[in-house]
């Protein structure tokens, strides 16, 4: 049993520990100590992800309890690409909210941003529902903190909203989770699907209310239609940094759909047919059109990103609900996609919040420092979010259309796909024409030395008087990942549709996780002396 | 005892939707924790409800109470205790900070709408 796939769970929870005792008064080195966290946790999901990428499964049974008894962590493809996208983005958002000083702003930056790590980590690697459940709840309290982070009445008031909405959530996810293990009598996600599968359908209506369920929570966690309403304002009153590393929070909401809808609620059970065409699919197609919509709509740009993020979650949910193998693998395409450009542009808009006198809100003012550059970056952000060519949302869109042929729905998923791209491309290039263009034609009509004085006044209107570098290499990272992943576009396919292979034909999956053996479990004498002489000497033969 | 689980799970549950639907966030709170309430009971259900029965399967056992509902329950207790006095102290702050317990957020647009007003003229 290899031990390096629980490393991702309990790196960053014994790094948050160490940096709170050790490291709270001391800012260098915390920042140090959570760089190199993070570089080890890239280099860790690498490992894993190069150990899962011939289609091995392996799983760590957490104190060597065997599966439907014991939690089990599962390292599969798609788990563990899903961290490797974690352990990018991370590393590259750390390097922002160190740039422009970010975690200086507030206490425990750097323990809470590894707490929030590793719930997301952990969420991805579990194969237990309720070990789901806990991670969940883990990175949820997490993103409170983070939320919050370096205070203001109207984002405690964003994260109000936002704490209650996923308390409803968490409920909701007890009460699916409740009702499955009262029909099912197991937890263990392999164990469901088989047992999910032996339900009659014509005595199942508990099961297919704990299908829904369980839908409904993933797609608030995945701000689907009608459930996004928590996330325009927490993700535009966030600090940029969190608001870049949140761009995963709504994908393990995909990718929990992901997991549980070809694992234990395969699109091809009777039980639950119909759930992916009439509910999910129509969903998706509203959230990405009215998500689109608020791009065109939004007044200030951590708005306009916040509705891009629901836009794009909503493309992602569309080449779910096709619960196709080419959908699914149009879907985890653009799953690293969208997190890298929702990334690079909540990092973008923080840039110009801080350089810019007009902080964020979209319209025209003093030229700022370095605005060229940031123009550039965000023109090329918004060609990726919005999907026109060359960038890798092109062709996430043609993958996702191309996905459509086989659907009734063809006709809908075409035009809300083609006709919402061009509703972003309008709202982007409003955007960024008022905000990067109108001020350098300002400074244009004016003297020289006029000109030097106006950007002097503006630098010193705007709140960070330096202009730190750091964080644009951390948004050029992104839009650098954004062009490899165009680049790189075959190969990137070609193993994402390994993975669905082995999503939708999860015998594998589920052989390891029941098959492996564990320790001994020994009835009946656990009241005598014998009995726990027994259980500590298995768990020294476990290792 | 069914019935009297169930109606009570039911009560708990209806009395703290319509709470949570408030306008402000005490009443929301307190719905939230009625909620929760809600939901432990119902997973304390969900192993069967039985009464008298040791807690471990043993050889020659037919009836035993499940035990690992127990166990989720105490998970969920400690999550959404903990979480309860996360919102407390969230609206506590925005109550301090704006003023007023509203749970939603659109005096805080018209006043950033005001201020850019003011900021124009």
């Known amino acids: 049993m290899s031990h390096w796939i629980v490393l991702p769970v309990v790196l960053p929870a014994m790094l948050a520990a160490a940096m709170t005792l050790l490291a709270r008064y001391h800012a260098g080195v915390e920042r140090a100590l959570s760089l190199a966290g993070l570089t080890a946790f890239l280099a860790l999901a690498l490992g894993l992800a190069w150990q899962a990428g011939d289609g091995t499964v392996t799983i760590y049974q957490l104190g060597a309890w065997q599966a439907p008894f014991g939690i089990v962590l599962v390292a599969d493809r798609l788990s563990t690409y899903m961290v490797l996208l974690l352990a990018i983005l991370s590393l590259l958002v750390m390097l922002h909210a160190i740039g422009s000083g970010w975690d200086k702003r507030g206490r425990h930056f750097h323990p809470l941003f590894q707490f929030q790590i590793m719930g997301i980590a952990g969420a991805f690697l579990t194969g237990d529902i309720f070990n789901l459940f806990v991670f969940f709840e883990v990175l949820l309290i997490a993103s409170y903190g983070l939320l919050v982070h370096s205070g203001g009445a109207k984002r405690v008031r964003a994260g109000t909203q936002y704490v209650l909405y996923n308390l409803l959530g968490s409920t909701l996810f007890l009460f699916a989770l409740g009702t499955l293990y009262a029909e099912t009598g197991t937890l263990n996600m392999a164990d469901l699907a088989g047992r999910v599968a032996m339900i009659d359908p014509g005595a199942s209506a508990s099961i297919r209310v704990a299908a829904v369920l369980l839908l409904l929570v993933f797609a608030v966690k995945a701000a689907l239609l009608p459930l996004h309403f928590w996330l325009p304002a927490a993700y535009s009153q966030a600090p940029g940094p969190v608001a870049a590393l949140f761009a995963i929070m709504t994908k393990v909401g995909a990718y929990a759909i992901i997991r549980i809808y070809t694992l234990v609620f395969p699109p091809d059970l009777e039980v639950t047919a119909g759930l992916h065409e009439v509910w999910l699919l129509p969903l998706a197609l509203i959230s990405l059109a009215i998500g689109m919509i608020g791009v065109l709509a939004a007044r200030s740009l951590d708005r306009l990103v916040a509705f891009a993020v629901v836009g794009s979650m909503g493309m992602v949910m569309t080449a779910i609900g096709l619960m196709s193998e080419a959908g699914l693998t149009a879907a985890l395409y653009y799953v690293a996609h969208s997190t890298f450009a929702t990334a690079a542009l909540f990092l973008l808009v923080d840039i110009v919040g801080q350089r810019r006198g007009a902080g964020a809100r979209i319209e025209g003012g003093a030229p700022m420092v370095g605005g060229p550059l940031l123009g550039g970056l965000f023109f090329a952000s918004a060609i990726a979010m919005a999907g026109l060519p060359p960038l890798s949302g092109f062709l996430g869109k043609l993958l996702i259309l191309d996905a459509a042929y086989d659907s009734t729905l063809i006709a809908w998923i075409w035009t809300v796909v083609l006709g919402s791209s061009l509703v972003a491309v309008v709202g982007f290039a409003r955007a960024g024409s008022t905000v990067f263009w109108k001020p350098q034609q300002v400074a244009k009509g004016m003297d020289d030395l006029e000109a030097e004085q106006h950007i002097s006044e503006a630098d010193r209107d705007s709140r960070g008087k330096s202009a730190p570098a750091l964080p644009v290499v951390a948004v050029g990272g992104f839009v650098a990942l954004l062009a490899a992943q165009t680049i790189f576009a075959g190969p990137m396919t070609d193993y994402m549709r390994a993975t669905v292979d082995q999503l939708m034909r999860p015998g594998a999956y589920v052989s390891t996780v029941l098959d492996t053996p564990g320790k001994e479990i020994s009835y009946g004498h656990y009241e005598d002396e014998a009995g726990y002489d027994e259980s500590g000497s298995s768990e020294e033969g476990g290792h | ?121």
């Open chain 2, 1 to 121: 005892m069914e019935l009297i689980v169930a109606s009570s799970i039911g009560v708990l549950t209806s009395v703290g939707i319509y709470l949570v639907l408030r306008f402000r966030t005490f009443p929301v709170i307190v719905g939230m924790s009625l909620l929760t309430y809600a939901v432990n009971v119902f997973l304390f259900a969900s192993g069967r409800l039985a009464m008298n029965h040791p807690p471990i399967l043993r050889d020659g056992l037919v009836f035993y109470a499940d035990p690992l509902p127990q166990a989720l329950v105490l998970t969920a207790i400690v999550i959404s205790f903990g979480m309860t006095a996360v919102v407390v102290v969230f609206a506590l702050g925005s109550y301090l900070g704006l003023g007023n317990d509203k749970v939603n957020d659109d005096d805080v647009e018209i006043d950033q709408g005001r201020k850019r007003e003011e900021a124009g003229r």
